[in-house]
């Protein structure tokens, strides 16, 4: 890592009329490391990607590549390659010529092609196929074509909208540990775009989440799951239980928030609130499913949550249990399956207990959900 | 409900193919005027005839260069139109379009005369002699065609364009493709079935045009316009023999599109790559549930044949036995009108002046030749008049074939006999 290209946005504003696509973008990718943006869909991710692969030019502010003001800069001369959403495979040629199209545009001879689209086929474990046309190939061969396709090129920079929204469950998570493998293999910056946190979580060394048009949180995975910096974030990127209230003190990092139904709950602060949080202030704490256990002890205050059980489900790996929460929300607890036989506690009350340093308090705030 | 349906499809298809079927029969028929009925002599002399005819030769070959020029023009035209109209900003896309496609609205005698005009006064502007190729009638045909044709080329476009990923445009341009490069491998091919039905279209339009051709075609008639001059002189049955082979030529060119489509489908179907099914020729196989090849060899059949039985057959046997069937025919007609006339005299002399003589005349309506009501009173005058006069009326006056056909036949079968031919 560090030897690549790498890419930077500077106040990156982009309008399409009176319409905001991205607000005040400033992202600073690493050269050779893979970088997510993650965020649901309409929220401004394609913009940014064809800001960087040239096909728009921002509103305002710059992008540069290797340092490299890339204003006024076409695709076509940009080091840049960009996996599109549905791919776009020329349906037209076959597959070698797919794979080479950018040696042809080059004036490469069809021979040297050839050899080269063998090697690259190989890569892609599609020896064989190269005569084939692309409405030929299952929905994974054509994303590995797409992926040969770009790599033929040789960009610094390879840009992935959304590859794998397409295939099925089983192919996405398969694809997902080669693209990985690939990106280290070729050493190259990855710019990858999803809405699926599992993808960006798995596979990046950073991921940004967006929400319509703003960046909320730059960070790796794991901060970003444990350490969200806004509630948008907390809500989006994985499961989380909600509960509302007013800050009712606050001390070293940690914040005491009482809550309508639930009681007073104690929590870290989390995300850029931890020096300006204070008491009276409306604010949301998050509580992931797995932070929570049955507690052994119901005497104590601050880190407990009674409620009734309304629903067990066992899916394997864990027991979710489901209990009413605040406004008719409910809230989920996940327990890890120890192969041992439990008994049901439907329409009982529970007491459940959680750590405080892994429950986050945030300002009040926007959620994904709403 | 069947037996409605049946009788619905054979007058409509009567009425479409009858007029076609009816006129390619006359091409075969010994008369002088193209006419089915009554069925003389079967004869090819009329392919002779239209092969020998210099106006209609060089009218065919006039319209080919035409047709050839108008489909390239139009071609281009038409694709940049579409192309234009794709990239316009979305606001005038409306505007565009309704100026690109108004061509096809205004009247093809419009556009005639304002090509001509619009020529004439950008030659004069140059200060070009009026032998210039601004007034080159081939020129002139073909951008005055090429103003409503490329229309019609340009909606084939859009209609294809419509269809077009832009992605794959980008997609290309990404991996360092010029904008050239792109339009070249990636647009054009895509294109490419556009192009083929534009240009087909573009060639039959052009080579059927007649009031815009008519303005501008100077010191070159296309074939319409040899056809139109030919109509207005008097026309003979090598008229129906052009027409029975351009429906040949029509039936065989769809037909044979029909057979490649079906083969391309069939070998799409079977998983099988198209060259392997479209290369070779595979009759059995072909024929299995394919209609149009099925036809198409009957077709073949039938024109061989048709060939080889007229290089050996020859209607002169025929055409002296009708004629002097007719001519027998002829002078009973003559001898009886003479003899009517002499009654009439007679009668005249008996009741005074009588206008319209023909009138109380029944016999010689039911006894004439033809079938026409014209014949029977025109009958009467030819025989009194000197003959030129009396083929010509009728013929401006009425165009039809049953109507005057028996005037015809016996200024015609005079003649001949005359001339001792
Ligand atoms: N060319 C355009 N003109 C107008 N609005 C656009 C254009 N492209 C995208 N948008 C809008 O910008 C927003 C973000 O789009 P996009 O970047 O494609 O989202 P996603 O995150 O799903 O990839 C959407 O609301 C979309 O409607
Ligand atoms: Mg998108």
Redesign the interface.
């Given at each position: 890592m560090g030897a690549g290209v790498g890419v930077e946005l500077k106040d990156v504003w982009i309008r399409f009329g009176d319409f905001v696509a991205v607000r005040e973008a400033n992202v600073n990718i690493e050269g050779g490391s893979f970088f997510s943006f993650l965020g649901p869909s309409g929220c401004g991710k394609t913009t940014i990607l064809r800001a960087v692969?040239?096909?728009l030019e921002p509103s305002d502010g710059q992008v540069l590549i290797g340092g490299k003001d890339m204003a006024g800069i076409?695709?076509?001369k940009r080091p840049?390659?960009?996996i599109?959403q549905?791919l776009?495979l020329?349906?037209?040629m076959k597959v070698w010529e797919n794979i080479t199209?950018?040696l042809?545009?080059?004036g490469i001879g069809a021979a040297d092609r050839r050899k080269r689209a063998d090697e690259l086929l190989e890569m892609i474990a599609l020896t064989g196929q190269g005569d084939k046309l692309p409405s030929e190939l299952s929905g994974g061969q054509k994303q590995r074509v797409a992926i040969a396709?770009?790599l033929c090129?040789q960009p610094d920079v390879l840009l992935l909208d959304e590859p794998l929204s397409a295939l099925d469950l089983k192919l996405r998570q398969h694809m997902r540990t080669e693209l990985r493998q690939i990106q280290q293999r070729v050493g190259i910056t990855f710019i990858y775009i999803t809405h699926d946190q599992g993808e960006a979580l798995t596979m990046s060394d950073r991921v940004a989440v967006m929400r319509h048009g703003i960046i909320d949180q730059i960070s790796d995975g794991q901060s970003i799951y444990d350490d969200p910096s806004t509630p948008f974030v907390a809500s989006f990127v994985g499961e989380n239980n909600v509960f509302r209230g007013k800050v009712k003190s606050v001390e070293n990092g940690m914040a005491v928030v009482s809550t309508n139904r639930t009681g007073d709950l104690r929590a870290r602060i989390g995300g850029a609130a931890k020096n300006n949080l204070k008491a009276g202030d409306e604010a949301m704490i998050f509580i992931r499913p797995e932070a929570f256990s049955i507690a052994t002890d119901t005497g104590n205050t601050g880190n407990q949550v009674k409620a009734l059980v309304t629903n067990e489900e066992f899916e394997g790996q864990a027991y979710n249990v489901f209990l009413e929460g605040d406004e008719g929300k409910q809230i989920k607890m996940s327990l890890v399956n120890q192969g041992k036989v439990r008994s049901s506690s439907m329409g009982k009350d529970m007491t459940l207990e959680y750590d405080p340093e892994q429950a986050t308090v945030l300002p009040k705030g926007e959620l994904a959900s709403e | 409900m069947k037996v409605f349906l049946g009788l619905y499809l054979v007058v409509f298809f009567g009425y479409l193919l009858g007029p076609l079927v009816i006129m390619s029969i006359t091409g075969f028929n010994s008369p002088g005027f193209p006419r089915a009925a009554p069925w003389e002599c079967l004869t090819f002399e009329w392919f002779d005839v239209l092969y020998n005819d210099k106006r209609i030769v060089n009218g065919i070959q006039n319209s080919l260069i035409i047709g050839i020029g108008t489909v390239i023009l139009s071609v281009v035209m038409g694709m940049a139109g579409s192309l234009v109209l794709t990239q316009i900003w979305p606001k005038l896309r409306a505007t565009y379009y309704t100026i690109v496609i108004a061509p096809i609205l205004i009247p093809g005698v419009v556009l005639g005369i304002s090509t001509l005009v619009f020529w004439d006064r950008i030659n004069v502007m140059l200060g070009f002699t009026s032998d210039s190729f601004l007034h080159n009638g081939i020129f002139l045909t073909i951008l005055g065609q090429s103003t409503f044709i490329a229309s019609y080329c340009m909606l084939v476009f859009v209609a294809r364009l419509q269809r077009f990923d832009v992605g794959l445009t980008e997609a290309a341009l990404d991996l360092g493709a010029t904008n050239v490069q792109a339009f070249r491998k990636i647009l054009l091919p895509f294109l490419k079935p556009a192009i083929g039905s534009a240009a087909v279209l573009a060639f039959l339009a052009s080579f059927e045009n007649y009031n815009t051709t008519t303005f501008t075609f100077g010191k070159y008639p296309t074939l319409t316009i040899e056809l139109a001059q030919k109509v207005r002189y008097g026309i003979n049955p090598s008229i129906s023999t052009l027409a029975f082979l351009i429906v040949v030529l029509t039936i065989v060119g769809a037909l044979s599109h029909e057979i490649y489509q079906r083969r391309k489908q069939l070998a799409l179907a079977n998983g099988a790559p198209v060259g392997a099914v479209t290369g070779g020729f595979q009759l059995p196989k072909l024929l299995r549930g394919n209609p149009a090849a099925i036809v198409m060899v009957i077709l073949a059949v039938g024109g061989f044949s048709t060939i080889w039985f007229a290089s050996v057959y020859s209607p002169e046997a025929c055409k002296i036995e009708v004629r002097e069937e007719k001519r027998a025919h002829q002078q009973q007609l003559i001898d009886q009108i003479k003899q009517q006339q002499i009654e009439r005299e007679q009668q005249k002399l008996q009741k005074g002046p009588d206008i319209f003589g023909a009138d109380k005349n029944p016999a010689g309506t039911l006894e004439s030749p033809g079938k026409g009501s014209f014949g029977s009173v025109f009958d009467p005058q030819n025989l009194d008049k000197a003959g030129p006069e009396g083929s010509t009326a009728p013929s401006s006056a009425n165009p039809g074939a049953g109507a005057f056909g028996s005037v015809f036949d016996t200024q015609n079968l005079k003649k001949q006999t005359e001339s001792g031919n």
């Open positions: 692969s040239g096909f076409g695709p076509n840049t390659a960009l599109f549905n776009a020329f349906p037209l199209f950018s042809e545009v080059q396709r770009a090129a | -």
